[in-house]
């Protein structure tokens, strides 16, 4: 099993930057990919962005070129840093974690934007 911890949300103007972290401990080694999702609510989760264990990414297109996802394996932690931030990109930020056979999500993170 895996285990997530998000940090780093908050409030922040239009065109602002955030940089969100994820931690992950347990079973990390078996981790295949992580990624990024948001939901807004009324809304299904939908998927910000990912991260394969050979670090090959993928990115929503309304995030493309404003949003970078990055891990640092020696930290075992995961990072989305969000910049040129819009009020459509408030919502609760979720990181997570799939293994072969699981697949984990943190507690979440609040994004508001907004001025």
């Known amino acids: 099993q895996v285990q997530l911890v998000e940090s780093g949300g908050g409030l922040v103007q239009p065109g602002g930057s955030l940089r969100l972290s994820c931690a992950a401990s347990?079973?990390?080694?078996?981790?295949?990919?992580m990624g990024w999702y948001r939901q807004v609510p009324g809304k299904q989760r939908e998927v910000v962005a990912t991260i394969t264990s050979a670090g090959s990414t993928n990115y929503v297109d309304s995030v493309k070129g404003r949003f970078t996802i990055s891990r640092d394996n020696a930290k075992n932690t995961m990072y989305l840093q969000m910049n040129s931030l819009k009020p459509e990109d408030t919502a609760v930020y979720y990181c997570?974690?799939?293994?072969?056979?699981?697949?984990?999500w943190g507690q979440g993170t609040q994004v508001t934007v907004s001025s």
């Open positions: 997570s974690a799939a293994t072969a056979l699981t697949f984990s």
């Open positions: 347990g079973s990390i080694r078996s981790i295949s990919a």
